[in-house]
């Protein structure tokens, strides 16, 4: 199966009205995801992959995140942000390939590409240990005298910027090890008392976003989440826009800030992607709702300052004006401001018009401040600069350019290809060929920190004019002799081991395919490495690489984005082209990879044209259903008014004979199974010997010796020495395998009620390690529970006060929980009946992409569904779409119908629910669930239901709950999903945790008010 058409994300926004929502039964089904969900890392080939599996399929060790010792999250603010933007939705825009399209090379050109990368590896290792050795979760390290800086707040700045790199270049051990370190950070310390947000956002927060979406480390996406709500601390001004520098005491008590009136424009500009990426992640849009504010005063103001289409390099937050000011830049100060405009854009999947629009103003307007240099090989290389526009409008151009400008040429191309423009390609080359000139003309061959160069009067044509050269360079005191001819100065002849000029030489190699990028990109490093190296072995800043000397003086200090951004993109430029494609992946200014969303160009599958089953229903049958558009429906499916309804609706005809675009054929593996034949193939009870029954005493008594509560119960506190092994198996088997399996032979009347908890919990541990949340709370206080009862309530609570079937004898026909796992344990079976059935999902999904496509279209549609609790959304809206299958949602249950005033489902969404359900019946197998029996299911592929029972007064069935997840094992998360699952994983922590030990009705299972 391959990850092709993972753009029908798009399937899963929903809009909310007042008493009810629209749901994308996509999601609640759990029929089609789950093949997306498996393979959702598998992104643009095999290279990647493998990486990717590598890297991932088996962490080294589970960390957890250290809590700060400050929850910025609690700050309350005086100036509340009001209500919320949200992420914008809609279907999104379809953006061409950005990569060309790279053919395997000869055998030369591998070895000679994989010993380039190798050696690029190489000495990044060789860096990597001297910063373990001498500076280790420190800020810098000092790479001559091997001492370290703390410059960045103390919270290990080169650790946390290197993380993505470590995982590309496939540094395990080193990855889990930096990834354990990380975990400890306290936000809520600092080595500073004023935070500088522009670098706090692009180093910090973007080191651990980028490296979450690289491994799906929940630790990550933990500190990511503390230092977001940090950086939004900043937020707490008058206005709502942030400051440049936090007042870090200041900030806790939430007694507000105030804006600075002059600030660099990147500092406020260069949030946006991170902040963005957020709250695509958590599902919270208020970190998308502080920069989008503030990219509406940078919108509003760009074609109203002095050269529209471009902000002046110094601009008022407190005033929320971009407009002032006479000078711009394309360099520093402002260089990431325009950087993000483009990948923005991207980002959003085109759906936020105005980065779009930014971005053309943008590039426009700075070819005012790009000029082509006059130099003796006459090539036409481009320039970026800055420049001051006068009183009478003209622009005084200033024809100093910086290393850091050197990031245009790459953004030029990104641009063009995502915009559809060559021109913009082509002006990308140029600027990139500009930087590379810069590194080839010194005799060092690395370009300097800042020089001026001779503008020629046109970026066509320009000849070189040694008589006018020599009259610019006579204007210039800075001039020195040793300059190579077409440099009039070095104000700043130093080189700090910047990234920007390999920067845009790798995305040229990767948007243009053209060899010439490969070899200047070798001469880089060469230059680089040899000219950088210290005594250590390690690589330090050089102050002046405009003399060639046989030893450069040197300063002691080693930026991050040495580790960050520079050995990052030379490792890229000589990887296979797939490692962090950028059809996959956009980088934040500090050579972060953030997952696009949604990503689209990918060579769909051919559809074939199904043919429909057709039934025979007879002419009393077809008149016995309502006028369509009313489908009589309740929760207990009709098996005649289902066939009758199929029958109606085939007689109408124009049904779809494909399948939607974007999903598969065919789904195949060992979750495609029917009940008649897996038992053949299949055993799938585990029964405890005498040994391990023996073991799980043995924990037990470990456990209550502790003295430590329920929620404490995991690996280490119930240990299972033996049987873990045995136990880890089966969690693949449950991932990887057919999908379920059962635990047997524990005799349940031995144990008292809260031993008996104790050991579903604790050899669930073994299975996965997370438990998740079931309700919210609990006796009215709030709690994460994450064990629950199912039993008949309904002789002590009434039907009334129920919604759920759980909680009755009556029948759950098939369904889905939530999250990943969906675990029970029977400590009493009923008197009789109650037989649990499981289907593969995967089985019912092949049978109607055969007999019935056009129901794939039904049930991929928004559908109108009640509220039955009110959620928080996945960063689409407040409020999500819900993420499991239960036929109740939609037809009512008991007691509690559907709600009247939400519009009927449809005629085709009727049969939909009804062949879910008998499809699900026809390939059931029964697990002959008895007393003592412990069950596991993929709740991602399996759906699950049960037969109507009967208790007496001394046999009544009693099964308790558990919703898992396993970290090592679990399937990729995809965004739209990750806020639901957020909620029944995320932040359960040991204090809040409650195991009943007593039935009681979940808060979302009771009678719900209108």
Same mark, same amino acid.
């Given at each position: 199966? +391959?990850?092709?058409?993972?753009?029908?994300?798009?399937?899963?926004? @929903?809009?909310?009205?007042?008493?009810?929502?629209?749901?994308?039964?996509?999601?609640?089904?759990?029929?089609?995801?789950?093949?997306?969900?498996?393979?959702?890392?598998?992104?643009?080939?095999?290279?990647?992959?493998?990486?990717?599996?590598?890297?991932?399929?088996?962490?080294?060790?589970?960390?957890?995140?250290?809590?700060? @010792?400050?929850?910025?999250?609690?700050?309350? $603010?005086?100036?509340?942000?009001?209500?919320?933007?949200?992420?914008?939705?809609?279907?999104?825009? +379809?953006?061409?390939?950005?990569?060309?399209?790279?053919?395997?090379?000869?055998?030369?050109?591998?070895?000679?590409?994989?010993?380039?990368?190798?050696?690029?590896?190489?000495?990044?290792?060789?860096?990597?240990?001297?910063?373990?050795?001498?500076?280790?979760?420190?800020?810098?390290?000092? =790479?001559?005298?091997?001492?370290?800086?703390?410059?960045? #707040?103390?919270?290990?700045?080169?650790?946390?910027? +290197?993380?993505?790199?470590?995982?590309?270049?496939?540094?395990?051990?080193?990855?889990?090890?930096?990834?354990?370190?990380?975990?400890?950070?306290?936000?809520?310390?600092?080595?500073?008392?004023?935070?500088?947000?522009?670098?706090?956002?692009?180093?910090?927060? %973007?080191?651990?976003?980028?490296?979450?979406?690289?491994?799906? *480390?929940?630790?990550?996406?933990?500190?990511?989440?503390?230092?977001?709500?940090?950086?939004?601390? %900043?937020?707490?001004?008058?206005?709502?826009?942030?400051?440049?520098?936090?007042?870090?005491?200041?900030?806790?008590?939430?007694?507000?800030?105030?804006?600075?009136?002059?600030?660099?424009?990147?500092?406020?500009?260069?949030?946006?992607?991170?902040?963005?990426?957020?709250?695509?992640?958590?599902?919270?849009?208020?970190?998308?709702?502080?920069?989008?504010?503030?990219?509406?005063?940078? $919108?509003?103001?760009?074609?109203?300052?002095?050269?529209?289409?471009?902000?002046?390099?110094?601009?008022?937050?407190?005033?929320?004006?971009?407009?002032?000011?006479?000078?711009?830049?394309?360099?520093? @100060?402002?260089?990431?401001?325009?950087?993000?405009?483009?990948?923005?854009?991207?980002?959003?999947?085109?759906?936020? !018009?105005?980065?779009?629009?930014?971005?053309?103003?943008?590039?426009?307007?700075?070819?005012?401040?790009?000029?082509?240099?006059?130099?003796?090989?006459?090539?036409?290389?481009?320039?970026?600069? @800055?420049?001051?526009?006068?009183?009478?409008?003209?622009?005084?151009?200033?024809?100093?350019?910086?290393?850091?400008?050197?990031?245009?040429?790459?953004?030029?191309?990104?641009?063009?290809? /995502? /915009?559809?423009?060559?021109?913009?390609?082509?002006?990308?080359?140029?600027?990139?060929?500009?930087?590379?000139?810069?590194?080839?003309?010194?005799?060092? %061959?690395?370009?300097?920190?800042?020089?001026?160069?001779?503008?020629?009067?046109?970026?066509?044509?320009?000849?070189?004019?040694?008589?006018?050269?020599?009259?610019?360079?006579?204007?210039?005191?800075?001039?020195?002799?040793?300059?190579?001819?077409?440099?009039?100065?070095?104000?700043?002849?130093?080189?700090?081991?910047?990234?920007?000029?390999?920067?845009?030489?790798?995305?040229?190699?990767?948007?243009?395919?053209? !060899?010439?990028?490969?070899?200047?990109?070798?001469?880089?490093?060469?230059?680089?490495?040899?000219?950088?190296?210290?005594?250590?072995?390690?690589?330090? #800043?050089?102050? &002046?690489?405009?003399?060639?000397?046989?030893?450069?003086?040197?300063?002691?200090?080693?930026?991050?984005?040495?580790?960050?951004?520079?050995?990052?993109?030379?490792?890229?430029?000589?990887?296979?082209?797939?490692?962090?494609?950028?059809?996959?992946?956009?980088?934040?200014?500090?050579?972060?990879?953030?997952?696009?969303?949604?990503?689209?160009?990918?060579?769909?599958?051919?559809?074939?044209?199904?043919?429909?089953?057709?039934?025979?229903?007879?002419?009393?049958?077809?008149?016995?259903?309502?006028?369509?558009?009313?489908?009589?429906?309740?929760?207990?499916?009709?098996?005649?008014?289902?066939?009758?309804?199929?029958?109606?609706?085939?007689?109408?005809?124009?049904?779809?004979?494909?399948?939607?675009?974007?999903?598969?054929?065919?789904?195949?593996?060992?979750?495609?199974?029917?009940?008649?034949?897996?038992?053949?193939?299949?055993?799938?009870?585990?029964?405890?010997?005498?040994?391990?029954?023996?073991?799980?005493?043995?924990?037990?008594?470990?456990?209550?010796?502790?003295?430590?509560?329920?929620?404490?119960?995991?690996?280490?506190?119930?240990?299972?020495?033996?049987?873990?092994?045995?136990?880890?198996? /089966?969690?693949?088997?449950?991932?990887?395998?057919?999908?379920?399996?059962?635990?047997?032979?524990?005799?349940?009347?031995?144990?008292?009620?809260?031993?008996?908890?104790?050991?579903?919990?604790?050899?669930?541990?073994?299975?996965?390690?997370?438990?998740?949340?079931?309700?919210?709370?609990?006796?009215?206080?709030?709690?994460?529970?994450?064990?629950?009862?199912?039993? &008949?309530?309904?002789?002590?609570?009434?039907?009334?006060?129920?919604?759920?079937?759980?909680?009755?004898? &009556?029948?759950?026909?098939?369904?889905?929980?939530? %999250?990943?796992?969906? +675990?029970?344990?029977?400590?009493?079976?009923?008197?009789?009946?109650?037989?649990?059935?499981?289907?593969?999902?995967?089985?019912?999904?092949?049978?109607?992409?055969?007999?019935?496509?056009?129901?794939?279209?039904?049930?991929?549609?928004?559908?109108?569904?009640?509220?039955?609790?009110?959620?928080?959304?996945?960063?689409?809206?407040? *409020?999500?779409?819900?993420?499991?299958?239960?036929?109740?949602?939609?037809?009512?249950?008991?007691?509690? =119908?559907?709600?009247?005033?939400?519009?009927?489902?449809?005629?085709?969404?009727?049969?939909?629910?009804?062949?879910?359900?008998?499809?699900?019946?026809?390939?059931?197998?029964?697990?002959?669930?008895?007393?003592?029996?412990?069950?596991?299911?993929?709740?991602?592929?399996?759906?699950?239901?049960?037969?109507?029972?009967?208790?007496?007064? &001394?046999?009544?069935?009693?099964?308790?709950?558990?919703?898992?997840?396993?970290?090592?094992?679990?399937?990729?998360? !995809?965004?739209?999903?990750?806020?639901?699952?957020?909620?029944?994983?995320?932040?359960?922590?040991?204090?809040?945790?409650?195991?009943?030990?007593?039935? $009681?009705?979940?808060?979302?299972?009771?009678?719900?008010?209108?």
């Amino acid at each position: 199966m +391959s990850s092709r058409g993972s753009k029908h994300w798009t399937l899963l926004r @929903s809009r909310r009205t007042r008493k009810y929502r629209s749901a994308a039964i996509l999601i609640a089904c759990a029929l089609f995801i789950f093949w997306t969900l498996i393979h959702f890392w598998s992104l643009s080939g095999s290279n990647f992959s493998k990486l990717q599996r590598y890297m991932n399929d088996r962490p080294l060790s589970q960390q957890i995140a250290s809590k700060s @010792s400050f929850d910025w999250s609690q700050v309350p $603010y005086k100036y509340p942000p009001g209500p919320l933007t949200p992420l914008p939705t809609g279907r999104p825009k +379809s953006f061409p390939k950005v990569q060309f399209r790279h053919k395997a090379g000869d055998a030369e050109h591998e070895r000679l590409r994989k010993s380039r990368q190798r050696k690029v590896r190489e000495t990044f290792i060789a860096d990597w240990e001297a910063y373990k050795k001498y500076a280790w979760l420190k800020d810098a390290l000092k =790479p001559i005298s091997g001492g370290f800086d703390d410059q960045f #707040s103390g919270w290990a700045a080169t650790l946390v910027d +290197s993380l993505d790199t470590l995982w590309i270049l496939g540094l395990r051990v080193e990855f889990d090890e930096a990834v354990e370190a990380v975990a400890q950070i306290d936000f809520g310390q600092s080595t500073s008392s004023r935070v500088n947000i522009f670098e706090t956002n692009i180093r910090y927060l %973007g080191g651990l976003i980028a490296a979450y979406d690289l491994s799906k *480390r929940e630790v990550l996406l933990a500190k990511a989440i503390e230092l977001g709500d940090l950086i939004y601390a %900043g937020f707490n001004t008058k206005n709502r826009m942030p400051v440049d520098f936090i007042d870090f005491d200041a900030a806790k008590t939430g007694e507000g800030l105030t804006a600075e009136a002059s600030v660099v424009s990147a500092s406020p500009g260069t949030l946006s992607l991170e902040l963005t990426r957020l709250s695509q992640i958590t599902g919270d849009p208020k970190y998308y709702d502080a920069i989008s504010r503030v990219m509406d005063v940078f $919108y509003e103001g760009q074609p109203r300052s002095r050269l529209p289409g471009l902000w002046p390099t110094f601009v008022s937050m407190s005033e929320q004006n971009v407009t002032f000011g006479d000078d711009f830049t394309l360099a520093g @100060s402002a260089d990431s401001l325009y950087e993000y405009l483009p990948k923005m854009h991207v980002l959003l999947s085109g759906l936020e !018009p105005k980065y779009e629009e930014m971005s053309r103003r943008f590039l426009e307007a700075a070819k005012a401040l790009i000029f082509r240099p006059m130099i003796p090989t006459n090539e036409p290389i481009l320039i970026p600069s @800055s420049g001051r526009v006068a009183g009478d409008g003209n622009v005084m151009l200033d024809q100093e350019t910086e290393h850091l400008g050197c990031y245009l040429g790459g953004v030029y191309a990104l641009a063009g290809k /995502l /915009l559809g423009e060559k021109g913009y390609v082509d002006t990308g080359s140029r600027l990139t060929l500009g930087c590379v000139y810069g590194y080839r003309s010194f005799p060092t %061959g690395i370009m300097p920190e800042r020089l001026n160069m001779v503008a020629c009067d046109s970026v066509e044509k320009c000849e070189w004019d040694e008589i006018k050269f020599d009259e610019e360079r006579s204007k210039q005191h800075e001039w020195k002799e040793h300059l190579p001819l077409g440099f009039t100065t070095a104000k700043d002849p130093r080189y700090l081991l910047r990234p920007e000029a390999i920067e845009s030489v790798f995305i040229m190699y990767r948007v243009t395919g053209d !060899p010439i990028w490969l070899k200047r990109g070798w001469e880089m490093f060469k230059a680089i490495v040899n000219g950088t190296r210290t005594g250590l072995g390690t690589h330090a #800043s050089v102050k &002046d690489v405009t003399r060639k000397i046989p030893t450069l003086t040197q300063e002691d200090y080693m930026e991050s984005f040495w580790f960050a951004e520079t050995l990052k993109y030379f490792y890229l430029l000589f990887s296979p082209p797939d490692i962090i494609s950028l059809d996959d992946f956009v980088f934040n200014t500090e050579a972060h990879p953030f997952l696009r969303t949604n990503i689209s160009g990918q060579k769909e599958e051919k559809r074939i044209v199904r043919r429909m089953s057709t039934v025979t229903v007879t002419s009393t049958a077809l008149e016995a259903l309502p006028p369509p558009g009313q489908p009589d429906i309740s929760y207990h499916p009709d098996y005649e008014k289902w066939q009758a309804r199929i029958a109606r609706r085939q007689q109408e005809g124009n049904l779809p004979t494909s399948i939607p675009k974007g999903f598969p054929e065919k789904l195949t593996g060992d979750l495609v199974w029917d009940g008649e034949t897996i038992a053949d193939k299949y055993d799938w009870t585990f029964v405890f010997s005498t040994e391990h029954l023996a073991e799980i005493d043995q924990a037990v008594a470990h456990f209550k010796g502790l003295n430590k509560p329920l929620g404490a119960i995991n690996q280490e506190t119930f240990p299972l020495p033996t049987l873990h092994a045995e136990l880890r198996r /089966l969690s693949a088997e449950l991932h990887s395998g057919h999908g379920f399996f059962v635990l047997r032979g524990l005799d349940v009347d031995r144990y008292t009620r809260e031993e008996n908890v104790i050991i579903y919990a604790g050899v669930s541990s073994h299975v996965a390690s997370v438990r998740g949340r079931q309700d919210h709370q609990f006796n009215g206080e709030t709690a994460d529970v994450t064990l629950t009862h199912i039993k &008949d309530l309904t002789w002590s609570h009434g039907n009334k006060l129920i919604g759920s079937p759980a909680y009755t004898t &009556d029948k759950q026909v098939f369904h889905t929980d939530r %999250g990943d796992i969906v +675990s029970l344990f029977a400590l009493e079976t009923s008197a009789s009946g109650g037989a649990s059935k499981l289907a593969s999902t995967w089985r019912v999904y092949n049978e109607i992409a055969v007999t019935r496509p056009d129901l794939i279209h039904t049930l991929s549609e928004n559908w109108q569904m009640e509220i039955y609790i009110p959620l928080p959304g996945h960063g689409f809206h407040t *409020r999500a779409s819900r993420l499991e299958y239960a036929r109740r949602y939609f037809v009512g249950f008991g007691a509690l =119908p559907r709600n009247p005033a939400i519009p009927p489902i449809t005629e085709a969404q009727a049969e939909a629910l009804d062949t879910l359900h008998y499809l699900g019946e026809r390939f059931c197998v029964n697990t002959n669930f008895q007393k003592g029996d412990i069950q596991y299911i993929n709740n991602l592929a399996i759906f699950h239901a049960r037969d109507g029972f009967t208790d007496t007064p &001394d046999k009544r069935r009693h099964l308790l709950r558990l919703w898992l997840r396993d970290t090592e094992n679990a399937w990729e998360t !995809p965004r739209a999903l990750q806020p639901q699952w957020d909620r029944l994983y995320k932040n359960v922590t040991v204090e809040n945790q409650v195991l009943p030990l007593e039935p $009681y009705i979940r808060s979302s299972a009771g009678h719900r008010s209108r």
